[in-house]
């Protein structure tokens, strides 16, 4: 709503947020001292890629849209979520793509970004997962991204 009633601010609130959840995508890959500081790390990461999806989707809403180039930086983010594993990282990066999939059809269906969307869901859907009850907890985070990535796939088609 914020950005709604003030355009101008949709894109120092975007490039802000970028730099926010790289920042906290960045701090995944130190080590954590416990489990509580890894927990809000990865609800760092959920929150600021909300927020980065909520300011995209107000970007067709707005008199001027929002600069291409950051609009591009949301999707190379999503990508490096997606390419980093992990449950919540990829959790982030498909609810960042789904806001991207909302975008004019024209923006999406450049061949760049194509590429991009069709390496993310290869990632997330080419290999075929091992069941054993040893690994439980792989199997049902594995499923769980694959849900999410065929849930930003059937947003995009229900939208063309």
């Known amino acids: 709503a914020l950005v709604l009633a003030f355009p101008a601010h949709l894109a120092p609130l975007l490039n802000v947020s970028l730099n926010r959840l790289r920042a906290e995508h960045a701090k995944l890959s130190a080590p954590t001292p416990d489990k509580k500081a890894a927990e809000a790390i990865h609800e760092a990461v959920s929150a600021h890629a909300h927020a980065v999806s909520a300011l995209v989707a107000a970007v067709p809403r707005t008199p001027f849209g929002g600069p291409a180039s950051l609009i591009n930086a949301t999707l190379n983010a999503a990508a490096d979520l997606v390419a980093s594993g992990g449950e919540s990282s990829a959790a982030a990066a498909w609810v960042m793509l789904r806001s991207l999939l909302c975008l004019d059809h ?55």
């Open 106 to 160: 024209e923006w999406m269906g450049a061949k760049p970004r194509l590429g991009k969307l069709y390496s993310m869901l290869k990632a997330s859907l080419a290999e075929r997962v091992e069941v054993s009850k040893e690994r439980k907890e792989v199997v049902e985070s594995e499923l769980r991204s694959r849900a999410q990535a065929l849930r930003a796939l059937t947003a995009y088609l229900e939208l063309t």
